[in-house]
């Protein structure tokens, strides 16, 4: 058993070389060994009472054919309830395991004789203005800052609670926020922005954090990371407690909006899959989709980190990406949103009414041959 562990824990380690991504890590690790008895490994034992070594001998010895044990595999799994996409996962973990341990396995075979459960896809509700002020009026100061800022910034959870002061600028208006390549999903360092709102929200909470001073010299606080708190590590359950302390620091996010959200009952909704209307990734949706239909659909998939669009980010001066953000930052305010957008389309209003007189001055001039000064010129 200890060399099967070596070997497991050879295997993992090269996924993380890949990916870099804890989370895959404990995935795939599950995968191949699930306390619940749910795990590749498991099935082995029950299915032929072998390892996965003597599987490897197995094979070899043409007792047995990988595709049919790969296609029992789904069906343990789809026998204890476990929904498609969970199972396209654990099934690609144990590929990639028994590839490891010197079991040669073809795709397209693969694809061909393993049969896969038909995915549901199910519609989520999406995350509303009035959803985000009611729950910032509801949870704690700090999850107030942590809402507001990934709800104006795109950012992935996993990529806020590794981030440091030394990120953050707050001389550029709008306030530039700058993601490192590693503790982003693609690997790639990228910008965001934050919203005015999330920009005092976030120096109050580091007002009060940290003693940080905006007048003052604050580079001994420039690594800290912000929403990385040691709580984290003192909360953590135990068989988490090896995990790294960004991994930790988020589930011990999501755990707290889980719990606040336990106490409204109103917002406490689930979409049809079962899972919460309200969720941080719900966040990041809610942005992508407002500034989609601000600013195109580029600009928002850019700031979001989605690698294909990124070239077309670049190609802009830094002045067009703010004043892209600008122009999207009265939709992503969330206090008092309805005076702000009844502003903004009271003024969009007034600007295509001033421009249609405009036009109709400037054709009344030359109908009377009157000369049309240039404007532009100072």
Same mark, same amino acid.
């Not at 600007?351 to 054709?363: D, G, H, I, M, P």
């Given at each position: 058993?200890?060399?099967?562990?070596?070997?497991?824990?050879?295997?993992?380690?090269?996924?993380?070389?890949?990916?870099?991504?804890?989370?895959?890590?404990?995935?795939?690790?599950?995968?191949?060994?699930?306390?619940?008895?749910?795990?590749?490994?498991?099935?082995?034992?029950?299915?032929?009472?072998?390892?996965?070594?003597?599987?490897?001998?197995?094979?070899?010895?043409?007792?047995?054919?990988?595709?049919?044990?790969?296609?029992?595999?789904?069906?343990?799994?789809?026998?204890?309830?476990?929904?498609?996409?969970?199972?396209?996962?654990?099934?690609?973990?144990?590929?990639?395991?028994?590839?490891?341990?010197?079991?040669?396995?073809?795709?397209?075979?693969?694809?061909?004789?393993?049969?896969?459960?038909?995915?549901?896809?199910?519609?989520?509700?999406?995350?509303?203005?009035?959803?985000?002020?009611?729950?910032?009026?509801?949870?704690?100061?700090?999850?107030?800052?942590?809402?507001?800022?990934?709800?104006?910034?795109?950012?992935?959870?996993?990529?806020?609670?590794?981030?440091?002061?030394?990120?953050?600028?707050?001389?550029?208006?709008?306030?530039?926020?700058?993601?490192?390549?590693?503790?982003?999903?693609?690997?790639?360092?990228?910008?965001?922005?934050?919203?005015?709102?999330?920009?005092?929200? =976030? %120096?109050?909470?580091? #007002?009060?954090?940290?003693?940080?001073? !905006? &007048?003052?010299?604050? $580079?001994? *606080?420039?690594?800290?990371?912000?929403?990385?708190?040691?709580?984290? =590590? %003192?909360?953590?359950? #135990?068989?988490?407690?090896?995990?790294? !302390? &960004?991994?930790?620091? $988020?589930? *011990?996010?999501?755990?707290?909006?889980?719990?606040?959200?336990?106490?409204?009952?109103?917002?406490?909704?689930?979409?049809?899959?079962?899972?919460?209307?309200?969720?941080?990734?719900? *966040?990041?949706?809610?942005?992508?989709?407002?500034?989609?239909?601000?600013?195109?659909?580029?600009?928002?998939?850019?700031?979001?980190?989605?690698?294909?669009?990124?070239?077309?980010?670049?190609?802009?001066?830094?002045?067009?990406?703010?004043?892209?953000?600008?122009?999207?930052?009265?939709?992503?305010?969330?206090?008092?949103?309805?005076?702000?957008?009844?502003?903004?389309?009271?003024?969009?209003?007034?600007?295509?009414?001033?421009?249609?007189?405009?036009?109709?001055?400037?054709?009344?001039?030359?109908?009377?041959?009157?000369?049309?000064?240039?404007?532009?010129?100072?």
């Amino acid at each position: 058993m200890h060399n099967l562990n070596d070997t497991l824990e050879d295997y993992l380690s090269s996924i993380y070389i890949m990916s870099h991504s804890h989370r895959t890590m404990t995935s795939y690790r599950l995968s191949i060994v699930n306390k619940n008895q749910v795990g590749f490994r498991n099935f082995l034992q029950q299915r032929y009472g072998i390892d996965e070594m003597q599987l490897v001998e197995r094979i070899k010895n043409q007792e047995l054919d990988i595709y049919k044990v790969l296609s029992e595999f789904v069906l343990f799994l789809d026998k204890r309830g476990y929904k498609p996409k969970t199972i396209q996962v654990r099934l690609a973990a144990a590929k990639g395991y028994l590839r490891h341990i010197g079991i040669k396995i073809s795709t397209d075979e693969c694809k061909h004789s393993v049969r896969m459960p038909k995915p549901i896809r199910y519609r989520d509700e999406p995350i509303t203005k009035e959803m985000i002020l009611r729950l910032l009026r509801n949870v704690s100061p700090n999850l107030q800052t942590i809402i507001l800022v990934l709800s104006s910034s795109g950012m992935r959870i996993g990529e806020l609670v590794q981030l440091r002061i030394s990120d953050i600028d707050f001389t550029s208006r709008p306030t530039r926020i700058r993601i490192r390549a590693e503790t982003t999903k693609t690997r790639e360092e990228r910008e965001t922005f934050i919203t005015a709102e999330a920009t005092n929200s =976030l %120096k109050d909470y580091l #007002k009060k954090c940290y003693s940080w001073n !905006e &007048s003052h010299d604050n $580079s001994h *606080l420039k690594n800290i990371m912000i929403f990385g708190r040691a709580s984290a =590590l %003192k909360t953590a359950p #135990k068989q988490d407690i090896h995990a790294p !302390e &960004s991994l930790l620091a $988020s589930n *011990l996010l999501i755990r707290n909006l889980a719990n606040a959200l336990a106490r409204m009952p109103d917002l406490d909704e689930k979409n049809s899959n079962g899972r919460r209307v309200i969720h941080f990734h719900g *966040l990041r949706k809610f942005f992508r989709t407002t500034v989609g239909n601000v600013c195109g659909r580029d600009f928002a998939e850019a700031l979001i980190g989605h690698g294909f669009y990124m070239d077309t980010y670049y190609v802009l001066s830094e002045p067009q990406k703010r004043e892209l953000y600008l122009k999207a930052e009265p939709y992503l305010t969330i206090s008092d949103f309805k005076a702000v957008e009844q502003n903004m389309e009271d003024l969009t209003a007034k600007c295509a009414n001033l421009e249609s007189q405009f036009e109709q001055l400037k054709q009344y001039l030359r109908l009377n041959s009157v000369p049309i000064p240039d404007f532009n010129k100072r």
